[in-house]
């Protein structure tokens, strides 16, 4: 039982250092931490939100009076909206989802236009605000 | 100047929590100074949070001044309490120590290294991983902005939030934090994860060190810290490790009050600490029915005659201090209608659950996978199914078997969640499979501690 237990052991430690190297190291973990240490928090929440992203919402958070509703449309791609979603919601918070909403974030789509809304800010060709007319 | 606030705030836990330990064992030391000190820390974040809670009720706004004053009375009875005895009981005396000196130093330098790893992981980002902003942050935000419970909160605000029925003490803890930084700092704010597992370590060797030698303790506290899946959930912003962490302490101090009854302050801070779980994630809930399950068990098997009547003393104090931690919550989820999304209790009937069978197959598929899978778990899961093949005359033996039964009852609870969920299985298994794991793991690890004394001289 001893040396079973010893060998378990044994293979418990090689495997620790394995996964501590390839937690650090593979994951990009590492690159990611040099990135972090060296931004403020706001540059912080601008990394884990994606930087173009961030801008977007900084933009919106400036130019949505406190306790707007808003919506998204966003070209998905290759990235996995579903995360960044949530964080802009929370980010944009006291600014709440709407299906009816004062304003629409544009993410990564290009000539979005919805009848009854006007370009209210923009960042560039793929990310601005519309803003339904008469709502502010 | 952030970090100072930080540093005070945590200790305003610890402050809080030790007040309430003091009164509970201030007749008879039932914990060693550091048991005190990292049981404290939960216990000082629960009582706080329950106390904001109450602040919903009252109606009036949250303030730092205001949420400390009943911990600087309860210090002042404590005082009073103290000279009154003249001096400090001695503290419970943990037998043992020396060992292995490389091996400690080896073992030491693997907690501190994966302990300082979890700090670093949970403070170098702000809040961003799902669960943790979805659910739990962007409450701690709307309260914070708030700078109260609303009247209108649940039964309005909460509902633009994922799962509004999820309990709120880590929220109204990041709420705290926010409101003794002065700001929304949702990066210092992580600060309570790590701590949390440095608390559960911390209890973890001690609790061992009642019962074996320092590089005993310190082998299976290694072994704890080192799990890959243990150590990320202390980073995240989830509250699986904080639930871990009560379900943990609520567990093992009621192992220890199974060993010598005369210690009932230990049956109270088990109580105290299974309302917590409850109040921390709904699972926890289920935990305080294994324990009061694990309570029945050891009264139906140890009954003697003339304590009938102080075992159901015991009982109903148990069931009563769960009930009292649980009640406001249970009050507002009742009164504003915040209905759980996975899980339908009317789907809790043995028709309903034999009609499921197909779905047994799937959920063995599922831990078999997190059990073989040493990426999250090293080799704990096959060291345990080997133990238990290998023990298995033992694990049912005088000071083992209530752990034993804690570990079935714990898997039995989720295949049941499993079994009657209304979400679809391979989602809620994908997405929960490893999670639900790390809450009774710490469990394991002192299962294994407790079953290897004999094995391991060390």
């Known amino acids: 039982m001893k040396t079973i237990l010893k060998l378990a052991f044994i293979v418990w430690i090689v495997l620790w250092m394995i996964f501590f190297i390839r937690e650090l190291f593979l994951k990009n973990n590492f690159k990611d931490y040099k990135i972090l240490l060296s931004r403020t928090l706001e540059g912080k929440q601008s990394y884990v939100t994606v930087d173009k992203f961030y801008e977007l919402l900084s933009l919106c958070k400036k130019n949505m009076p406190e306790g707007s509703t808003y919506a998204f449309r966003v070209l998905e791609g290759n990235f996995d909206w579903s995360i960044y979603k949530t964080r802009a919601a929370y980010y944009l918070y006291p600014d709440v989802e709407s299906d009816d909403p004062q304003f629409i974030i544009v993410y990564n789509e290009p000539n979005v236009m919805k009848e009854g809304y006007r370009i209210y800010g923009k960042l560039d060709d793929n990310r601005y605000l519309l803003n339904k007319i008469g709502s502010r | 100047?952030?970090?100072?606030?930080?540093?005070?705030?945590?200790?305003?836990?610890?402050?809080?929590?030790?007040?309430?330990?003091?009164?509970?064992?201030?007749?008879?030391?039932?914990?060693?100074?550091?048991?005190?000190?990292?049981?404290?820390?939960?216990?000082?974040?629960?009582?706080?949070?329950?106390?904001?809670?109450?602040?919903?009720?009252?109606?009036?706004?949250?303030?730092?001044?205001?949420?400390?004053?009943?911990?600087?009375?309860?210090?002042?009875?404590?005082?009073?309490?103290?000279?009154?005895?003249?001096?400090?009981?001695?503290?419970?005396?943990?037998?043992?120590?020396?060992?292995?000196?490389?091996?400690?130093?080896?073992?030491?330098?693997?907690?501190?290294?994966?302990?300082?790893?979890?700090?670093?992981?949970?403070?170098?980002?702000?809040?961003?991983?799902?669960?943790?902003?979805a659910i739990y942050a962007i409450k701690a935000k709307a309260l914070y902005l708030a700078g109260s419970i609303p009247g209108n909160f649940f039964t309005g605000t909460i509902n633009l939030f994922a799962h509004p029925d999820y309990p709120l003490n880590i929220p109204l803890c990041e709420t705290f934090i926010y409101l003794f930084l002065g700001s929304l700092n949702d990066q210092l704010v992580k600060i309570i994860f790590p701590l949390y597992f440095a608390g559960l370590l911390g209890l973890l060797y001690f609790v061992i060190r009642r019962f074996a030698g320092r590089t005993y303790a310190l082998l299976f506290t290694f072994l704890l810290a080192a799990i890959p899946q243990f150590n990320a959930y202390a980073t995240n912003g989830y509250l699986d490790l904080p639930l871990a962490y009560y379900c943990f302490a609520s567990a093992v101090f009621l192992f220890i009050w199974f060993e010598d009854t005369s210690k009932a302050g230990l049956l109270f801070i088990s109580a105290v600490m299974a309302g917590l779980a409850g109040w921390t994630k709904n699972e926890g809930l289920m935990y305080c029915i294994i324990n009061i399950s694990l309570i029945a068990i050891f009264f139906v098997t140890n009954r003697k005659k003339g304590l009938v009547k102080r075992y159901f003393i015991y009982l109903s104090s148990y069931i009563f201090t769960i009930f009292a931690i649980s009640l406001p919550w249970l009050w507002i989820k009742v009164s504003a209608h915040l209905v759980n999304s996975e899980i339908n209790l009317s789907n809790l009937t043995p028709w309903y659950i034999l009609s499921q069978y197909r779905r047994v197959w799937p959920i063995i598929y599922e831990f078999q996978k997190q059990f073989l899978g040493p990426k999250k778990w090293n080799i704990i899961w096959m060291i345990f199914i080997f133990l238990l093949i290998v023990k298995f005359k033992k694990i049912f033996s005088k000071d083992i078997r209530y752990a034993t039964l804690f570990i079935f009852f714990s898997f039995g609870g989720y295949v049941l969640i499993y079994m009657i969920t209304s979400q679809d299985l391979a989602w809620h298994l994908s997405s929960t499979g490893s999670r639900f794991l790390i809450h009774f793991l710490p469990v394991v690890i002192y299962w294994m501690a407790l079953l290897l004394k004999k094995d391991l001289d060390i």
Not at chain 2, 11 to 31: H, P, Q, R, V
Not at chain 2, 96 to 101: A, E, L, P, R, T
């Open chain 2, 1 to 133: 100047m952030e970090t100072l606030k930080l540093l005070i705030a945590v200790c305003i836990f610890i402050f809080a929590g030790w007040n309430i330990l003091y009164l509970i064992s201030s007749k008879k030391n039932i914990l060693c100074f550091w048991e005190k000190i990292f049981a404290a820390y939960g216990l000082g974040i629960g009582f706080i949070t329950l106390e904001m809670l109450s602040f919903y009720f009252l109606r009036i706004k949250f303030s730092i001044g205001l949420i400390i004053i009943p911990w600087v009375f309860l210090f002042l009875i404590n005082s009073v309490i103290y000279f009154k005895k003249g001096g400090r009981a001695a503290d419970e005396i943990i037998p043992g120590s020396g060992g292995n000196i490389v091996l400690n130093i080896f073992l030491l330098s693997g907690i501190m290294i994966e302990t300082i790893y979890a700090f670093f992981r949970a403070l170098v980002k702000p809040m961003e991983s799902y669960d943790a902003v």
